[in-house]
Every structure is written in structure tokens, then in C-alpha cells.
């Protein structure tokens, strides 16, 4: 009897390099170590985080970004654009209801392009 498809892998199940929707399960995640590390930062120094957490958030984040990008996109799409910008995820952002990122991430787009032509 043969086991499961690859399509048939639960989203949990990160260790393993299943099939999902055409892409490795690794391929569609941040990578776990560096969640860890961000959510280390939020914890009391002897604070532990267990990995069915880590890969709460993996998921979480990954669906966050899919979502903020699809509505990028579509702006984009609908202003025959292929090119998404920084500007069109802030405006993406604002669109879906998350305000209160809107200022801080101009200001960092902001800087961020003063340093890249100060690099140039």
C-alpha cells in the first residue's frame, strides 16, 4: 500500500519537502530559524517557544504577506503595472484596513531610498 501523496502533506508538517500547490513546503515559508529569532526578541530571556508556535507564526506570516501582496498586485494589475513597489505595498496595507503601519513603513521606505542612493 502506498503512503500519502505529497499533495496530500498537512500544512504543519514542515520537515519534510512536500508538495503543496506546485511549490515545496520549504520554498513557501520563511525559514523557521529566523521566526525563532524574531520571536526570542518578544520573550523573557529564559522564555521558551515551542516549535508547533514557531510554525503557527511561520504560517501566519506567510499568508500576511501573500495577502498584502495580492492586493498590490491587483492595483497593480488594474494599472496594467508589472512591477509592485514599496508604494503600492503601503498603499496595499492601508487598503486592507492596517493604518497604523501606513506612516511608520513611509518613513522607512523613505530612508531606505535615501540609503540606496547615497550607496550609488
Not at 504560517?59 to 498586485?73: D, G
Not at 511608520?104 to 530612508?111: A, S, V
Request: hydrophobic share 35%.
Amino acid at each position: 500500500m502506498a503512503g500519502p501523496s505529497p499533495e496530500s502533506s498537512t500544512s504543519g508538517d514542515h520537515g519534510n519537502d512536500a508538495v503543496v500547490g506546485g511549490m515545496r513546503e520549504h520554498d513557501r515559508f520563511l525559514p523557521i530559524v529566523g521566526i525563532g529569532r524574531i520571536m526570542r526578541k518578544a520573550i523573557p530571556e529564559n522564555g521558551k517557544i515551542a516549535r508547533e508556535a514557531k510554525e503557527f507564526v511561520q504560517e501566519c506570516v506567510t499568508e500576511f504577506i501573500s495577502f498584502i501582496t495580492s492586493e498590490a498586485v491587483d492595483k497593480c494589475q488594474k494599472e496594467e503595472r508589472k512591477t509592485i513597489t514599496g508604494d503600492d505595498l503601503v498603499w496595499a496595507l492601508s487598503s486592507l484596513g492596517f493604518e497604523e503601519y501606513v506612516e511608520p513603513l513611509k518613513l522607512y521606505l523613505q530612508l531606505y531610498r535615501e540609503v540606496i542612493v547615497s550607496l550609488c
